[in-house]
């Protein structure tokens, strides 16, 4: 489901922005490998802590903060404009999702633990048993990496909100998915659909 997504979306931006933008995707691709480079050491500390409350929040707030920074640096470096920051967060949107469909076909042996290798799994929006849930997650989550991205394109202040929105929802997911999914889930889609219209209205497409 979110594969078909990630087709629909790259159609979408072929169609209204052109292929002229399109190689930035591989920046996007990029950086998030960067994004998850960064996050390994947080990742191996805690998880090889025994009290699940702390390993959680450790890990949602360093990997939300983490995120946002590398985020930050792959948009001064390398994004020039609306065109650009779109097909970034695609790129971003790509990478993840096949990190997640490789952590599902083969055995997670990185040397950061199975259980930080799962809370970094629950974090990415897509895993899910049902595809319609699937599809919802992963349309909020690239909502979250569009959003995060334009939003940055309009000034790197914004850093501050993006990282902060990126550790609430981690912990939302981390902490309270398994009691209170829906709420969890709706809460996630708020803040994604809240990022990417502020990062609409900041690069003025909405203008």
């Known amino acids: 489901m979110v594969a078909i997504l990630l087709v629909l979306l790259a159609v979408m931006l072929a169609v209204l922005l052109g292929v002229s933008q399109a190689g930035t995707a591989l920046v996007g691709v ?37 995120d946002e920074v590398v ?16 097909w970034a967060g695609f790129g971003w949107a790509l990478a993840q999702l096949v990190f997640i469909a490789a952590i ?59 990282a902060a929105a990126h550790a609430l929802v981690n912990l939302a997911f981390a902490r309270q998915a398994r009691k209170r999914l829906v709420p969890v889930e709706v809460f996630g889609a708020v803040v994604s659909a809240a990022l990417l219209l502020a990062g609409l209205i900041g690069t003025e497409v909405l203008a």
């Open 104 to 162: 599902e076909l083969t055995t997670f042996t990185w040397p950061i633990g199975r259980q930080a290798a799962e809370q970094l799994k629950a974090q990415g929006g897509f895993v899910s048993t049902h595809p319609v849930h699937s599809g919802v997650r992963g349309l909020t989550a690239m909502s979250f990496y569009l959003g995060a991205t334009l939003l940055l394109t309009a000034g790197p202040w914004w850093v501050l909100a993006t």
């Open 30 to 66: 990029l950086g998030w490998l960067a994004a998850l480079a960064a996050r390994l050491p947080a990742l191996g500390t805690a998880g090889r802590l025994h009290t699940v409350r702390r390993r959680d929040t450790i890990i949602g707030v360093t990997t939300g903060i983490t």
């Open 71 to 86: 985020r930050l640096a792959l948009v001064l470096v390398a994004v020039s404009g609306v065109e650009s920051a779109l």
